[in-house]
């Protein structure tokens, strides 16, 4: 069994700032690539950054300069930086991760229960 807990969403005013993280636990063997995902009310999930272990990053046009992807792979962990937040920001942020859980297996998609992400004044 694996789980990804997201946290770190909330309410935050145009320009501010938010951290989210996003733990993998339970069996897991190996993580390639791990992800930020969102959805807002109406549309479609769409990606938002992604970073595989070798920490190539990839952002979606709307977010570059903005927001900044990191992992840490010892803790299983990725996190997401949002800085300069702008009302169309506002979603339910998803983790994501392709991960293995032995040596064995093919690497299958994980997903978190998500965050939500409010930019409001």
């Known amino acids: 069994q694996v789980q990804l807990v997201e946290s770190g969403g909330g309410l935050v005013q145009p320009g501010g700032s938010l951290r989210l993280s996003c733990a993998a636990s339970?069996?897991?063997?190996?993580?390639?690539?791990m992800g930020w995902y969102r959805q807002a009310p109406g549309k479609q999930r769409e990606l938002v950054a992604t970073?595989?272990?070798?920490?190539?990053?990839n952002y979606a046009d709307s977010v570059k300069g903005r927001f900044t992807i990191s992992r840490d792979n010892a803790k299983n962990t990725v996190y997401l930086q949002m800085n300069s937040l702008k009302p169309e920001d506002t979603a339910v942020y998803y983790c994501?991760?392709?991960?293995?859980?032995?040596?064995?297996?093919?690497?299958?998609?994980?997903w978190g229960q998500g965050t939500q992400v409010t930019v409001s004044s």
């Open positions: 994501n991760a392709d991960l293995s859980q032995d040596i064995y297996s093919d690497y299958v998609s994980s």
């Open positions: 970073i595989t272990r070798g920490g190539s990053t």
């Open positions: 339970g069996n897991i063997f190996s993580i390639y690539t």
